[in-house]
């Protein structure tokens, strides 16, 4: 099928997705804008073999939001849609560039660090544990950035195999792959967890000593604060941002090794 068909389905099946997301709360309208953008280009310059992965991503973290056991986060906006899938997106026109599997092992590994992600925070808040900061060992609250437990390491792994076997499956990647895509998604895990702990922007509300990883606390009434670690310029987004194009990196280069 030529690409601008594509484009325009891509574009309609991820609007029909990306409203019922809206009207789910799971996207806010930015959001579902930026959903919209990513999905209709990854399906309009690389049809299923990017495609699929990116909707096992979607779904799956969607879901896993909804299930019962941990307070709801609000719906995602623009800078979450694009820090989690903006170097997929990528990844899909180098695809449609240069018809390298490489490309799709690109795409694929930034998918799973996303997914790979969201699985290890929802699963591992979840199921409890005691989360560790990286590299120090330290004990962190549930949730906080950098904290690793067992059950979450093991729940993002297994959120990376979910999107690397759909890739697997989908895409022209050959028998190397799957593994590729897999230990592409668990680098960025740790690239994640290791940002967080290191160099992501925290604060302190000077009311009520709460540690936040935003320079604002809307509980106590919208005080701005001041950081008290990390670069102030790197926040979530940024960190999910990187981890993602870490498994893109990781999954491209392993494969291009081990094609």
């Known amino acids: 099928m030529p690409t601008p068909w594509r484009l325009l389905i891509g574009c309609a099946a991820a609007g029909l997705v990306a409203a019922l997301a809206w009207r789910g709360k799971a996207l806010d309208r930015p959001g579902a804008g930026a959903a919209v953008v990513v999905g209709g280009l990854t399906y309009g310059v690389s049809g299923w073999a990017g495609a699929l992965p990116l909707l096992a991503f979607f779904l799956t973290s969607t879901l896993l939001g909804r299930l019962p056991g941990r307070p709801r986060h609000g719906p995602r906006d623009a800078r979450q849609v694009m820090a989690n899938g903006g170097a997929a ?18 795409l694929a590994g ?18 409890g544990g005691r989360p560790r900061r990286l590299l120090i060992g330290a004990v962190v609250p549930t949730g906080a950035s ?13 959120g990376a195999a979910v999107v690397a076997t759909v890739a697997a499956l989908a895409s022209p990647l050959g028998p190397g792959g799957m593994p590729a895509v897999f230990v592409g998604g668990v680098a960025g895990l740790l690239a994640d967890s290791l940002l967080g ?3 992501q922007a925290r604060f302190r509300c000077p009311r009520c000593g709460a540690l936040l990883e935003e320079p604002m606390h809307q509980a106590c009434g919208g005080v701005r604060i ?6 102030r310029w790197l926040d979530n987004d940024g960190v999910n941002a990187a981890a993602t194009i870490a498994g893109a990196a990781v999954g491209a280069l392993l494969l291009a090794a081990h094609p």
Not at 93 to 100: C, G, N, S, V
Not at 146 to 158: D, E
């Open 89 to 106: 997106a990528l990844a899909a026109i180098w695809w449609a560039a240069a018809h390298t599997p490489t490309a799709l092992a690109a």
């Open 110 to 127: 930034a998918l799973a660090a996303a997914n790979a992600d969201t699985w290890a925070t929802e699963w591992g808040t979840r199921l």
């Open 226 to 231: 001041a950081s008290v670690g990390g670069l």
């Open 197 to 199: 702990a290191t160099l």
């Open 146 to 158: 950098g904290g690793m437990s067992t059950v979450g390491t093991l729940s993002g792994a297994a």
